[in-house]
Nanobody, 121 residues
Framework: QVQLVESGGGLVQPGGSLRLSCTAS????????MGWYRQAPGKQRELVAK???????NYADSVKGRFTISRDYTKNIIYLQMNNLQPEDTAVYLC???????????????WGQGTQVTVSS
């Protein structure tokens, strides 16, 4: 099994910055994609950013140019640097990892419990 623990959320004013971290631990053979999703009250969960083993990244259009995802491949930690935060970025941010936990070419999704990001003046 894989455990994902997020940190770094909080309350910030519009235009401010936060940095989220997510650490993967547990028993697994490998981790493929890791990423951040968010879910605001009354809205569907949406992809924010993801990064694969080839260092390729993918961002939601709404965060391009403001958010940057990075990954420490030796420690299986991902970060999300969020700049110029806006009220519409307010949500619970959840870490996701696709991990191989059995001796077969199959990857399963794992989720963290989430960290709250609130952007308000």
């Amino acid at each position: 099994q894989v455990q994902l623990v997020e940190s770094g959320g909080g309350l910030v004013q519009p235009g401010g910055s936060l940095r989220l971290s997510c650490t993967a631990s547990g028993s697994y053979f490998s981790i493929a994609d890791m990423g951040w999703y968010r879910q605001a009250p009354g809205k569907q969960r949406e992809l924010v950013a993801k990064i694969n083993r080839g260092r390729n990244t993918n961002y939601a259009d709404s965060v391009k140019g403001r958010f940057t995802i990075s990954r420490d491949y030796t420690k299986n930690i991902i970060y999300l640097q969020m700049n110029n935060l806006q009220p519409e970025d307010t949500a619970v941010y959840l870490c996701n990892a696709e991990a191989q936990t059995r001796p077969m070419p199959q990857y399963d999704d794992y989720w963290g419990q989430g960290t709250q990001v609130t952007v308000s003046s």
